[in-house]
């Protein structure tokens, strides 16, 4: 993900004038920053565990989830066509439904999905690709150890820019390229066992069939996350309206597809059983691929990806808890900036210990889990949002998405987001916990706003604004 700024002043009183941003990013650059912003720890780490929910048919929860994702991808190029600004979903919720306490949620859950998606990565990171160098040190030590290494990187004002994000991009692809020359060997020479890719987990047809279908792909979404947030370097981003719809969509469509060839590759050299017991389930694929390659290097090029993934979030979410508590709907105090590092030290202890706890409690199944819930329930208010905005007319001609496609979009999010995807209760208590402290947090501002404001009144000096 990438860094995150909430939208327009949800507090009531007008954002403060800043200067504008340059527009550096062009028509390759944006893309390549989108394919590295969806690849990452999703297909690292969980292709195992959604194998073991959907079995050998592996393939099909990334089909599906390759098309949810580019039926809310839609609905986002529509929205930074028309809205060219930062901010994203939580611009796009304020614009169509103008109640600050939802803008509040929608961006509080961008910033906690963040979160958990670190923390998967941690997981990720303390796993079998970590094992393959030591098993001497305990899981959840790596991934705390993990954790507060990125939060120092944090402080000393890390600035991750577009260049480096293309270097990132290409190791990332390094490794899944690897995956599929391996996969591509094993055909060739008869290796592979393809009566896997028909093998269900579920016994027996119907709901059991459906609803194991459906977790499987609410699990593989996790894969597809990051391409939203491109949308936030739209104010850097030369000829936005016109740059985004090939950008967004040909970064999906790439994403996607190697998502699927990945897929397929897995479940035909290594049962379904093997992958789901992995943490590091491509690990698996290699070391089954009969060529010579070492696992160790591989590993290594996976703990780059999952590091980078587990980077840019923590980032993004300090920044996000920043800029909220600019617009004053989180505690002025969490917007304190290091002197002279000029970082969001308050924001990045915050998400630290939230994140110390992510990692101390859940697996990475469960925390990317908790990511791809937050993220559907934002997804499918963003598809609602581009309905309602369809009244708000805008001067320059931009993308418009066939209406059919919201209207999936919402639909597909909210039933992967429900409970017929049967994802373990903790997913939900999970997500509960950490939107309960957001909202403990917004209420504690709301009346310290509302304190300060009677206080300034009585004084006789300008009333405080809140919201």
Known sequence: ????????????????????????????????????????????????????????????????????????????????????????????????FKVPFLTFIIAFMVMCSGLSSASAAARAFSGDYFQEFTTAIPPTLIAIVF??????????????????????TIVELTGLLIILTIGTWAVLTGGGEPSR????????????????VLGATALGFFAFVGFE???NMAEETKDPVRTFPRAIFTGVAVT?????????????????????????????????????????????????????????NIMMASRLCYGLANEKVLPKGMGRVLRHRRTPITGIIFVTLLAIGLVSTGEIEGLGDTTAFLLLCVFAVVNVAVLVLRKDSVAHEHFRTPTILPVLGAITAIILASPLSERAADVYIRAGVLI?????????????????HEKEVARGGPPEGFG
């Open 1 to 96: 993900m990438a860094t995150s700024t909430p939208p327009t002043s949800t507090s009531g009183g007008a954002p403060e004038h800043q200067p504008s941003l340059k527009r550096a990013i062009g028509p390759k650059l944006l893309i390549l920053f989108v394919v590295g912003d969806i690849l990452g720890t999703g297909i690292y780490a969980t292709t195992g565990k959604v194998a073991g929910k959907v079995g050998g048919a592996l393939w099909l929860p990334f089909v599906i989830g390759f098309v949810v994702a580019l039926l809310t991808a839609a609905s986002y190029v529509e929205l930074v066509g028309k809205y060219p600004k930062a901010a994203g979903a939580a611009l796009y919720t304020q614009r169509a």
């Open 147 to 168: 954790i507060l290494a990125l939060a120092s990187l944090a402080l000393r004002g890390v600035s991750e820019s577009v260049k480096t994000n293309v270097v990132l």
């Open 197 to 212: 890719l028909g093998e269900f987990q579920a016994e027996g047809t119907g709901y059991a069939l459906l609803t194991s």
């Open 229 to 231: 947030d491109s949308v």
């Open 256 to 312: 996607g597809t190697i998502y699927v060839l990945v897929a397929l590759v897995s479940s035909l050299l290594v049962p379904y059983q093997t992958l789901e017991q992995s943490s590091g389930p491509l690990l698996e694929v290699v070391k089954a691929g009969g060529v010579s390659f070492p696992p160790k290097l591989f590993a290594a090029i996976a703990l780059f990806a999952v590091t980078n993934s587990a980077l840019i």
């Open 436 to 452: 309960g402290i957001g909202i403990v947090l917004w209420a504690v501002n709301k009346v310290w706003m509302k304190l300060r």
